[in-house]
């Protein structure tokens, strides 16, 4: 066991849910007297936690093995995440590697740091069957001064043919809303104006609170709940399933003064053939409907849409209906993701495969109407004063923060407005596609 002045440092692969199991194990290495550090630095323990949705993820933890051990040679490599309970065997393999641990031996990794020596051969594997995998831990990541992402869900009992977070993850599960509640007060205790809440699934929050498969609460009676928190100053709600958001949450938020109005609803194709295929548990018409009840109550919410292009069987016309689709509805922006290939998932043997460079081709037609969407959405909010909280980057003497809505600013660098809430009113889109502010007497009566 390292008996000296210990350090350790993290680097978090993949979804706002990885970056806050890392702030937890991190805290859980703190508490024991070791120093975090950067990544780059000269480290005892380097901790990665990976993502496995893409293969380049599985890539990506490669490079920061290598960038661990070039720091440090002697810096023992521990391998956390998704990558880590798939594919355990491939990653200790992996030149540098001491340590896998899979889903359920991640919240445990001090345990395993005893006696850790540097691996001369292939790194240890600690690895459950996921099966195994039906506890929860809370998490919450303080990555900067203004936002914390708050773990409220993991796992997913859906069966997307294209999807491996079941196999990495497991089943549903969520923490109870009394620890949710208590989570949300700490953060709120460091100052910090906005938690962001994360999971797998977060609509099916309230599965598995007490351990079993039933709905004890559900996302309603949660975000009602946080939604009566005192000293949250913004709450927003990560990716949410379609079929998942009700009305009733719609007009929670609607009506809330902490939860902000920004939903970002996973789509994937605007093919019903090919959501059928996906197993996904809507249709477009279920989609269309809940874009515009957001669109109903709350005219300049940001909604945000992912999309997966390449599918296998999407031909060219099928394409063109989520194109067409996409392009129809009052959305905010788009996050496209490139179909790729992901072993024991149903997708892999389906026929219709689509050529890689096709695949390349409607990655760049959906990103370009994204950003179509988003300077026409931006163009919607010039004129308005809106709050805005600024972040704690000084970028050549820029500064740059979200509004409640989601549209990104900035203005001259100020020390004094890091972490702060300001009410400005929204000038002019600048040509790196933020948009300037100026005060003015409305944004002074705004403030008071």
Not at 113 to 141: A, M
Not at 142 to 148: E, S, V
Not at 292 to 298: G, S
Request: aromatic share 8%; proline share 3%; with cysteine.
């Amino acid at each position: 066991m390292l008996n000296f002045h210990k350090t350790a440092a993290f680097h978090t692969l993949g979804c706002k849910l990885n970056f806050a199991e890392t702030s937890t194990i991190a805290r859980q290495l703190t508490d024991a007297g070791y120093d975090k550090v950067s990544f780059d630095e000269k480290a005892n323990i380097y901790v990665i936690n990976t993502c496995s949705v893409t293969e380049n993820a599985d890539r990506e933890c490669k490079l920061h093995v290598k960038r661990a051990m070039k720091a440090n040679p002697d810096g023992l490599v521990v391998i956390v995440g998704c990558y880590a309970q798939l594919k355990p065997e491939e990653i200790s393999q992996i030149t540098g590697v001491d340590l896998v641990l899979g889903a359920k031996e991640k919240f445990n990794i001090l345990s395993y740091l005893d006696d850790l020596e540097k691996s001369e051969n292939e790194g240890i594997v600690h690895s459950c069957e996921i099966e195994e995998t039906d506890f929860f831990i809370g998490s919450y990541s303080i990555g900067d001064r203004t936002r914390a992402f708050l773990k409220v869900q993991d796992g997913c009992d859906y069966k997307c043919t294209y999807c491996t977070i079941p196999l990495a993850r497991g089943i549903s599960r969520s923490d109870t809303i009394e620890n949710v509640i208590e989570n949300a007060k700490e953060i709120a205790a460091k100052d910090i104006k906005e938690i962001v809440l994360t999971g797998v699934n977060i609509g099916d929050y309230g599965k598995g609170e007490f351990g079993n498969k039933k709905h004890e609460h559900t996302f309603l009676d949660l975000i009602s709940e946080l939604n009566r928190v005192e000293g949250i100053e913004r709450i927003r709600i990560s990716s949410i399933e379609p079929n998942l958001l009700k009305d009733e949450s719609i007009e929670l938020v609607s009506k809330s003064k902490s939860f902000v109005p920004h939903f970002h609803i996973p789509l994937q194709s605007g093919s019903d053939d090919l959501l059928k295929k996906m197993k996904r548990r809507y249709l477009t018409k279920l989609y269309n409907d809940r874009v515009h009840k957001i669109r109903e109550v709350m005219p300049d919410a940001a909604i945000g849409v992912d999309i997966i292009v390449g599918f296998p069987g999407e031909t060219e016309e099928k394409f063109m209906e989520t194109y067409n689709f996409l392009n129809d509805l009052p959305i905010t922006y788009l996050h496209v993701f490139t179909y790729s290939e992901r072993e024991n998932t149903e997708a892999v043997g389906m026929e219709g495969i689509v050529p890689i460079p096709e695949r390349k081709k409607r990655n760049k037609m959906l990103r370009i109407l994204s950003e179509k969407k988003k300077m026409a959405f931006y163009q919607t909010q010039l004129g308005k004063t809106l709050p805005v909280l600024w972040e704690h980057e000084n970028k050549d003497g820029k500064m740059f923060g979200f509004t409640e809505n989601y549209v990104r600013v900035q203005k001259d660098f100020d020390q004094t407005f890091v972490n702060q809430i300001e009410f400005l009113k929204l000038e002019k889109i600048l040509s790196d596609g933020t948009v300037s502010v100026q005060s003015s007497y409305e944004s002074f009566l705004a403030k008071a």
